[in-house]
């Protein structure tokens, strides 16, 4: 059976860190393109960050800089690293995997998600 879980969402003060987790099972974790994407009430799911097979990462403008996006193949787990956290960061963070390798920051290219953690940041 195949599973995503994020962890490590909670509440935080504006320029605090966080570092969110995503354990994949029933699945060759290596071979995929795994992404976080973020959705905030009343907004369209929108990426924050890929990496491909390759471990090679793409971030989208508004966290360049103060995301980081890793991957352990050997935990089967993706990392995300935040850092100088900022109200406009608050939403629902999601896990996901592509059907293949290569990445797209878009959610339509991805068909697999987890149920998300929740990242609220005060200012």
């Known amino acids: 059976q195949f599973h995503l879980v994020e962890s490590g969402g909670a509440s935080v003060q504006a320029g605090g860190s966080l570092r969110l987790s995503c354990a994949g099972s029933g699945f060759t974790f290596s071979v995929y393109c795994m992404a976080w994407f973020r959705q905030a009430p009343g907004m369209d799911r929108e990426p924050v960050a890929t990496?491909?097979?390759?471990?090679?990462?793409e971030y989208s403008e508004s966290v360049k800089g103060r995301f980081t996006i890793s991957r352990d193949n050997t935990r089967k787990t993706l990392y995300l690293e935040m850092t100088n956290l900022k109200p406009e960061d608050s939403a629902m963070y999601y896990c996901a995997r592509r059907p293949g390798g290569d990445c797209y920051m878009t959610p339509h290219a991805f068909g697999y998600w987890g149920r998300g953690t929740q990242v609220t940041v005060s200012s």
């Open positions: 990496i491909n097979d390759e471990k090679t990462p």
